[in-house]
Nanobody, 120 residues
């Protein structure tokens, strides 16, 4: 599975962005998908995950209620809708495919990352 993340950019605090992660390969629907982020000088951290069917979702406490993960298996794409953005959301965001998990090392495939910058 190859993953291509897009949709990052500059947003003001309180604004919104939607990230997309397009997957190649016919097995996309068999993988759970996750979003992680890494801010400068910090470790990569879990943001959200969604099961292969979309029936189960998990969020980091820091984004719960503001971010929504979803997927469209017909389009081989997973999304991360980010609302009420805060400056501390500034990071490179990565999508990943693998088992439904919160730990980065459990994922098998990674996209290249897309930069999100939130100004105050």
């Amino acid at each position: 599975v190859q993953l291509q993340a897009s949709g990052g950019g500059l947003a003001q605090a309180g604004g919104s962005l939607r990230l997309s992660c397009a997957a190649s390969g016919r097995t996309f629907s068999s993988y759970a998908m996750g979003w992680f982020r890494q801010a400068p000088g910090k470790e990569r951290e879990f943001v959200a995950a969604i099961s292969w069917s979309g029936g189960s979702t998990y969020y980091a406490d820091s984004v719960k209620g503001r971010f929504t993960i979803s997927r469209d298996n017909a389009k081989n794409t997973v999304y991360l809708q980010m609302n009420s953005l805060k400056p501390e959301d500034t990071a490179v965001y990565y999508c990943a495919a693998g088992p439904l998990a919160r730990r980065a090392y459990e994922y098998d495939y990674w996209g290249q990352g897309t930069l999100v910058t939130v100004s105050s």
